[in-house]
């Protein structure tokens, strides 16, 4: 234990403009924390991600980790 309180993880779905979305369920339930899972595009940084997380990534007011889709961090 390193003193930290065990935590909930929620999920959800909606509809609209995923990058809207995400922020408005955001701004709605005052999470700590964002994961979201990314595809990779490419070697370039702007490629490496789409559009969607780059805009996550710019945008977002809490800390966003993201995952390849196997699961390992960028």
Do not use: H, W
Not at 22 to 27: K, S
Not at 42 to 68: D, E, H, N, Y
Request: proline share 7%; aromatic share 6%.
């Amino acid at each position: 234990d390193a003193g930290y309180e065990s935590g909930r993880v929620e999920t959800g779905l909606r509809i609209g403009v995923p990058y809207r979305e995400l922020l408005r369920a955001i701004g709605d339930e005052n999470p700590d924390l964002l994961v979201m899972a990314v595809k990779r595009r490419g070697s370039f940084v702007a490629g490496f991600i789409g559009s969607c997380a780059q805009k996550i990534f710019r945008l977002c007011p809490i800390p966003v980790v993201s995952l390849r889709g196997d699961g390992v961090p960028l």
